[in-house]
């Protein structure tokens, strides 16, 4: 009876029947890592009535307020230069709308900003000491996002010559000098072309898989966290929201996954929403939370896709070409499931529903980056842990459909 119920609710937007009309929705707030302040705030704003759209805005806002891990917020990831930027992205999952600014310079609030190049503007994006000028013509205060903590992390960057660092293909070596930097030799530029070109060849997707990553900077939670969240309220309203820092001692004028719909964040009502952290130059290459998004859209035997199931499929197909990827996604769905999925380091997520007397927080292993047969059986059982022999999941994850079969997605 459960599986037919949910199978109709799955065809109720093909019907011209509206979710609003067909169900009452049990809400839900969803965001990267042990924020639990952020998450309050944000249920907060759900339980005073107010839409999706204004939690995962406050929410957020609260994370940057309070220098969440020191990545998230004005103080924090200095790039080359030692000054911080910001990048930060809402969507509206109802209209579709988004606001975003990238490489925000010298205004602490990001995801406000972005907020009001929705409300304000025709625009989905500004960048740079533009958004700062757009920024204070809509009444915000200028600040300095240098802190003495972000000015040390740099003083200590460049007295260990400039290690870690995110350049390549330049002299002098990138891997033991400071810059500045100018492009190797044609000659070298060519060789290093003519190798990656042989192992392809030789090695196939893998071997260029290989080639990619070697040599990338190491990817922690201290140096490339975001906080992303998603808020479904008690109308159906899906929205999603971004906020970083950027990557610690980034190029200056790197721009990040934070503040690009599908990157970042992304929301449709009637479907779910995805938040997303980690390596954001290869979230901009996958956009990873669209995929997400449409991997929510699917049915098996009429049971909807199960929000882990949707964001280990995404993960996968990052794997296939960057085996060592860093990062983790988490979602919810329209009928208020949650779940993630993570790759490269022990993650955490934080929740909360009208079930929950508090913010829960929720932790996630990594994936196996080349999973055995066993495991392949086990995702059939949503992404390997709930019906092992009929098992009940024993997990702190929001209910599954019966069918197992729900989760298969392909990869």
Not at 61 to 73: F, H, K, P
Not at 182 to 199: D, E, F, G, I, L
Not at 265 to 293: K, M, N, W
Request: charged share 20%.
């Amino acid at each position: 009876m459960a599986r037919k119920t949910v199978a109709l609710l799955s065809v109720i937007p093909l019907l011209g029947v509206s979710f609003t009309e067909a169900r009452n929705f049990v809400p839900v707030v969803i965001n990267t890592w042990p924020f639990t302040e952020a998450t309050s705030t944000a249920w907060q704003a759900l339980e005073q009535g107010k839409a999706s759209l204004d939690a995962v805005e406050e929410g957020c806002e609260r994370c940057e307020q309070l220098q969440c891990d020191g990545t998230v917020g004005f103080g924090g990831s200095p790039d080359e230069d030692g000054q911080t930027t910001l990048d930060a992205m809402i969507m509206n999952g109802t209209s579709m709308e988004v606001g975003a600014v990238c490489d925000l310079q010298d205004v602490k609030e990001a995801v406000l900003t972005a907020r009001l190049v929705m409300q304000h503007t025709h625009h989905s994006m500004l960048a740079g000491l533009a958004a700062a000028n757009f920024a204070v013509q809509m009444g915000l205060t200028p600040a300095n996002l240098t802190t003495d903590a972000s000015s040390r992390l740099h003083a200590d960057w460049q007295a260990n010559k400039c290690q870690p660092n995110f350049w390549k293909n330049v002299d002098p070596d990138p891997s033991t000098s400071c810059g500045p930097y100018k492009p190797n030799s044609m000659q070298s530029s060519v060789s290093a072309m003519q190798h990656t070109r042989h192992q392809q060849s030789k090695d196939g997707a893998q071997g260029v898989a290989q080639a990619v990553t070697t040599g990338r900077p190491q990817i922690s939670r201290y140096s490339h966290d975001t906080i992303s969240m998603v808020a479904l309220d008690a109308q159906g309203n899906v929205a999603a929201a971004s906020s970083s820092n950027g990557a610690t001692h980034k190029v200056p004028g790197r721009v990040g996954d934070a503040c690009v719909a599908g990157g970042g964040a992304y929301a449709e009502t009637g479907v779910g929403g995805c938040g997303s952290t980690g390596d954001g130059d290869i979230h901009l290459r996958f956009l990873p939370c669209f995929q997400v998004v449409e991997n929510l859209r699917q049915t098996h035997w009429g049971v909807p896709v199960h929000p882990e199931a949707a964001c280990e499929s995404a993960i996968r197909r990052i794997l296939r070409v960057y085996p060592e990827y860093v990062g983790a996604l988490v979602a919810v769905d329209s009928l208020g499931r949650h779940g993630a999925a993570a790759h490269g380091w022990n993650f955490s997520y934080s929740v909360r529903t009208t079930e929950m007397d508090k913010v829960e927080v929720i932790e996630i292993a990594p994936l196996k980056t080349h999973p055995s047969p066993e495991d392949d059986n086990e995702r059939l059982c949503f992404a390997a842990h709930c019906c092992q022999s009929g098992a009940a999941d024993t997990r702190n994850h929001s209910p599954r459909p019966s069918d197992p079969s729900a989760s298969l997605l392909p990869n």
